[in-house]
């Protein structure tokens, strides 16, 4: 199956910095998803994203199918950001997450 | 759409006990999967179903669990003779697979704790 490494596993950032979260998978997707989990362990579909960009307030996001990655750009955090940034691929086979710790 | 809906939310039960799971999809999705999560993990994917017909399941799924959608509308869990090792999240998604397209929405998951 499909693999899918996602850095940097863990983040940490004060309030009103800006990051930027990595996917890499090690074949083709046509079904590249990015899911927030937040701290009551609900999981919150954020884009469907096979190629491309994507904006959504402060969050956007691009894949790069050609290359294999995708990455989500979180502007301007806050601390309901805060939780864990899971990637998905076509096999519905998720990475291991970046977890994401906003500080006020 | 009231979302997609598990119950029970938290199951406690001794070893060797078997439990049932129940999900309720978006109405009109065709798609179903369930996944498992154990702390500071990912969700790992156990099985899915269009419509009624299980389509996929994990190496993850044991001969002591079954999946069933019998009408293509919700979906049950069962895990016989449970263990303690089976002490997970278990969380149910639904999406309407449209050619290519397909964005999956999760429950809230159920919480089964083996004692």
């Known amino acids: 199956g499909i693999q899918v490494e996602q850095s940097p596993p863990d983040l940490i950032l004060q309030e009103g910095a800006n990051s930027t979260l990595r996917c890499n998978f090690s074949d083709s997707v046509n079904n590249l998803q990015w899911f927030h989990q937040n701290p009551w362990g609900q999981l919150i579909n954020l884009f469907y994203i096979p190629s491309g960009t994507k904006q959504n307030g402060r969050l956007s996001a691009t894949t790069v199918a050609t290359e294999r990655y995708s990455l989500l750009y979180i502007s301007s955090s806050q601390t309901t950001d805060s939780g864990v940034y899971f990637c998905?691929?076509?096999?519905?086979?998720f990475g291991a997450g970046t977890r994401l710790t906003v500080k006020p | 759409d009231t979302g997609v809906s598990q119950n029970p939310r938290h199951k406690i039960t001794k070893r060797g006990q078997n439990v049932t799971f129940r999900c309720d999809p978006i109405?009109?999705?065709?798609?179903l999967y369930w996944y498992r999560q154990t702390l500071g993990q990912g969700p790992e994917f156990l099985t899915y179903f269009q419509n009624e017909a299980q389509l996929e399941k994990s190496r993850l799924l044991s001969d002591r669990f079954s999946a069933e959608r019998p009408k293509g509308s919700f979906s049950t869990l069962e895990i016989q003779r449970t263990e303690q090792g089976d002490s997970a999240m278990y969380l149910c998604?639904?999406?309407?697979?449209?050619?290519?397209?397909?964005?999956?929405?999760f429950g809230a998951g159920t919480r089964l704790s083996v004692l």
């Open positions: 109405s009109e999705h065709n798609r």
């Open positions: 998604a639904s999406s309407l697979s449209l050619l290519a397209k397909n964005i999956q929405y």
């Open positions: 998905v691929t076509k096999d519905m086979r």
